[in-house]
């Protein structure tokens, strides 16, 4: 059932509930307090009549004087007196030749001092009667009286009102209604037209389609809004990976056609029986350089595919100085010709050198200096300084790595972390290098909650700079700790 339908469809119950209750209360009330107001002025009738011995008590005899009633204090009463069995005695003027319906068993209630109020009708008239006893001064019983009233002006009262309740009820439901299906619609409208759209993007995959929120400052503003902020995200992951998946196939592509290329040679040589040894053992090195290119690229491809489905390392305390001895030691073959140093934080007078712990995963942190370094032995010349240092820095552990190579544009710093970005030189090399290394440091900075940054002056050199939060103190303790090894550092 449409919401418009159910929302017109409850408040309207709700209404109908709520006026029931509303006009049945009214009415109840109203129609007790006019009864209670023709009950009073009954009784005062009938008081007035029997304390007023003369009117209907002479000469030491039984004699029923009944007097026409006061048109302003008792207006359209009619008195009647009767005996036990309900014999008329005597009537008021107005009464004519009516009698007033009473019964035996009011009669006897009345001889037993009760006082009967009843509705009956005289001619088809309905009217309400007050039935009591009429006492000697000394309270014996002499006769009954009935004093009644017409009831058709307390019946119209109520008719109206009954009449008035139900239409007035009508009428507010209906226009309740039709204001409920006229908001409903109103409230829908966006929301359908909304949903419309998102059937399309769906039905069409486009992601670049947007919803168009009413600018209602409301929860369908609030959802179209928020539903256009995922639909930014999703197009910007989406194009992402296209382009990932693009550029990994274009990466691809180059060392399988060099292995192509250089099997396709060999081949033709041992096919036509000629050839040279120096040749083949060249084109394998080739054949073996490719192999390792691919390896590496499909080793950081595998990293940034783990890292797109939420893979994180597990962390736990790390002291950066013996991470740092331990991506050094490996670097070290990587190096070509450059002067390579390691830069720890000096010892203190205990001659032990301070922690730099950082809750981190050891493997990634090593795999991150690599990255850093291979780049620096790979782009800064032969004969030049490399150098890796740690420090520290209030709350957090600098770990940098500083060449005095060729320095990067500033256009192209701008890129360097971008997922396959190389400079045209670094193409033009050959470097070896897959253009994933900086974005895969930038993931790993990234997990450990630190920053990565890189300075460069064209021509003077280029230093990554990554800060990682220090572990407090006492978090320190769980660590297993070798000072020994740490008050000899390696540079
Ligand atoms: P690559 O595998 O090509 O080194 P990276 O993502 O590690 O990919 O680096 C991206 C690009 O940034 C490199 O191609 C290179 O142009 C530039 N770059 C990175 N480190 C340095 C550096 N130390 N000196 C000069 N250029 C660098």
Known sequence: MPIRLRITLATTG???????????????????????????????????????????YAQGQVRVL???????????????????????????DNLSQETVPVTVTVLDRNANFETVIYDTKIDGDPIRVLSGRLETQSGNLIAFVQVAEPRHQLNATLGTLKRNIIWGSVFSTLMLASGAWLVGDAVMRPLARMSNTARSIGRTGDLSQRLQPPKTHDEAQQLGETFNEMLARLEETFNAQRRFVADASHEL?????????????????????????????????????????????????????RADVGWRPELEPVDLVDAARDAARVATPLVRGQQFEIELPPPGPDGHSPDVDVRGNADQLRQLMLILLDNAFTYAPAGSDVRLAVALDDDQAILSVHDNGPGIAPDHLRRIFERFFRTDDARARSSGGTGLGLAIARWIVAVHNGQITADSTPGEGTTFKVRLPLLPPEADSSRIRNDAVKATPTS
């Open 14 to 56: 709700l209404m109908i509930i709520a006026l029931a209750a509303l006009g049945t209360g009214m009415y109840i009330t109203m129609s007790s307090s006019l009864h209670n107001d023709m009950d009073s002025r009954l009784r005062l009738v009938y008081e007035s009549y029997v304390k007023n011995p003369g009117a209907w």
């Open 66 to 92: 009944v007097p026409n009633t006061d048109p302003f204090t008792q207006t359209g009463a009619f008195i009647q007196i009767t005996d036990e069995r309900g014999e008329v005695l005597d009537r008021s």
């Open 253 to 305: 592509r180059t060392p399988l056609t060099a292995l192509r290329a250089n099997a396709d040679i060999m081949l033709r040589q041992i096919e036509s029986g000629i050839y040279d040894r120096d040749d083949l053992a060249e084109g394998l090195t080739d054949v073996r350089d490719e192999v390792d290119r691919m390896t590496r690229l499909v080793q950081h491809l595998l990293t940034l595919a």
